[in-house]
């Protein structure tokens, strides 16, 4: 592959890492297309190359739901108000492009422990059940922002052994 294809499959990783943090393109997906163009067109040992950027995204999917995902349950936030809130954040993807997956997620999760922390069941009820909603949105936040920075870390490493790769093979 020449220097004009480098280029162009280096602003595609690009453009993929940015999409990790702006949800609008699929940024891992991206990432591994584009290197999989490269592996193609230059062939050979670009193919175990191509190989450790899969192994490296593949491990950061894996890690952004399984590390903030066991946090948040250990934080007491219920499997129910996760799954709440991952559906709405699916809807709020469609709604609200950009920001809508996160903000609808949060906002499921909030209602979930809302409505749990209200149930008579709860013992608290009425305005207390304000305090633990919140305290559980709160953790879902920070978990959030954990998982982009698991999966923008994957990215950001995933582009460096296609870097290294493509100095490697020149």
Known sequence: ??????VLVALAVAVGIVGVVLPVLP????????TLVWALVT????????????????????????VPG?????AGIRTRSLLLGGLLGVV?????????L??????????????????PAAGTGGSGALRPAVASTVVALKNVGLSILIE???????????????????
């Open 1 to 6: 592959m020449g220097d004009p294809g480098l």
């Open 27 to 34: 940024g891992t997906l991206l990432v591994a297309a584009a």
């Open 43 to 66: 062939g050979g040992a670009a193919w175990w190359w191509w190989a450790g950027v899969v192994a490296v995204l593949v491990a950061g999917q894996v890690a952004m739901y399984l």
């Open 70 to 74: 066991r946090r948040m349950t250990r």
């Open 92 to 100: 709020g993807f469609f709604v609200v492009p950009v920001l809508g």
């Open 102 to 119: 996160v903000l609808c997620f949060v906002l499921g999760v909030f209602l979930a422990e809302l409505a749990r922390a209200t149930r």
């Open 152 to 170: 923008g870390s994957a990215a950001l490493l995933a582009a460096l052994v296609w870097v290294a790769g493509a100095l490697a093979l020149r």
